[in-house]
């Protein structure tokens, strides 16, 4: 039993980890999906757009689902028609556009994910850049090559050129390598600018190692809490109205936040070192919901150090 317990607390600290692999290993069978059963090169002058959409399509779709799926997205855009202020807080104008940053570089995994699997593929690119009617990419491309390959450069995918078997081959083998190479590059890179980033905010950080790992702690705990009271006191709710309704009688008293304090808990959090929230409900329960006119109009707040929180 406490070996089971080891290894569920092994991985539910390693959560972020096995949610990238998740993600990876989806995006595998993904790419392998589409390239076996729903990509058919047309071996002709629309190459070029079929193969690019396929290449990167899906990494659009990824891209929206990603913020449509981040609950930051809807923090920093719910209510900004009604109230631009929450968006562009006053004398803090750029906060917007750091956390639509944040929003974006946390959305990208997923595409770059499908982008760095597919070319490393090679199949989308191959039928992209064979269908190019570009002098300079053919005479690179064609470069000690039958001069077949200037005008049939776009059969090669499929095979039918009227060159010979080896240098048909060659010639995929070649554009399957240029994909690679892209490929890896593109890896290396998100790698590196991952780190980077990752390091420019711990380096910025306003909190300690441990500090920071008990406010992720501290938050998730209480994403899950809030998840949970939500449902407890929505079934309570709905069954007084219930009970109501049918029996025709007044409602009780059933006590719930006030607008404002829903707007205060709704607002996406930074923090202070004089105080030490740990999130917006915790200022907003600290404050005891009491704030000003002005609080009100700039309700945006950004997340500094732990954008994840």
Known sequence: ????????????????????????????????????????????????????????????????????????????????????????????????????????????????????????????????????????????????????????????????????PTDNEELKLSLQAQSQILGWFLICSASFFSLLTTCVTRCRSKVSYLQLDFWKTYAQKEKEQLENTFLDYAKKLSERNLKCFFENKRPDAFPLPTFAAWEAASELHSFHQSRQHYSTLHRVVEDSLEHSPEDDETTMVLVGTAHNV
């Open 1 to 164: 039993m406490d070996a089971f317990q080891g290894i569920v607390k092994f991985l539910l600290n390693q959560k972020t980890v096995i949610g990238y692999s998740f993600m990876a290993l989806l995006t595998v069978g993904g790419e392998r999906l589409f390239s076996l059963v729903a990509f058919k090169c047309p071996c002709s002058t629309e190459n070029v757009v079929y193969g690019l959409v396929f290449l990167f399509a899906p990494a659009w779709v990824l891209l929206i689902l990603g913020f449509f799926l981040n609950n930051r997205s809807w923090k920093l855009f719910t209510g900004c028609c009604v109230n631009p202020r929450k968006i562009f807080p006053r004398g803090h104008n750029c906060r917007f556009f750091h956390v639509l940053g944040q929003i974006t570089l946390s959305s990208l995994v997923a595409p770059v994910m499908w982008l760095s699997v597919a070319l490393l593929n090679g199949t989308f690119y191959e039928c992209a850049v064979s269908g190019t009617t570009s002098s300079r990419l053919l005479r690179l491309i064609c470069k000690d090559k039958p001069i077949e390959c200037w005008k049939e450069l776009h059969k090669v995918s499929c095979g039918k050129t009227s060159m010979t």
